[in-house]
Nanobody, 121 residues
């Protein structure tokens, strides 16, 4: 059973920084793309950032220049460094991984449970 567990969320003042982590566990053969998404109250979930297996990244325009996604393949972990946080960044942040489990011949998509990020003074 694959599990994704996020950590690092919390309350931060505007202009502050946080680093989110998402670690995968279970019988995993390969992890392909990893990504972060967020959902603010009353809004649909939106894409934040993505990193492929070879390290190519792309981020949403709303966070470009402020958020950085990275990964550690040995630790099966994806990170999201968030700088210059704004109140509009307040949301539940969830990670997603497209990976291949040991019992399957094709890749499947998995989500973490989410971590709350609140930007407020």
């Amino acid at each position: 059973q694959v599990q994704l567990v996020e950590s690092g969320g919390g309350l931060v003042q505007p202009g502050g920084s946080l680093r989110l982590s998402c670690a995968a566990s279970g019988s995993i053969i390969s992890i392909y793309a990893m990504s972060w998404h967020r959902q603010a109250p009353g809004k649909q979930r939106e894409f934040v950032a993505r990193i492929t297996s070879n390290g190519t990244t792309n981020v949403a325009d709303s966070v470009k220049g402020r958020f950085t996604i990275s990964r550690d393949n040995a630790k099966k972990t994806v990170y999201l460094r968030m700088d210059s946080l704004k109140s509009e960044d307040t949301a539940v942040y969830s990670c997603n991984m497209n990976l291949r489990e040991g019992s399957r011949s094709s890749s499947t998509s998995h989500w973490g449970q989410g971590t709350q990020v609140t930007v407020s003074s």
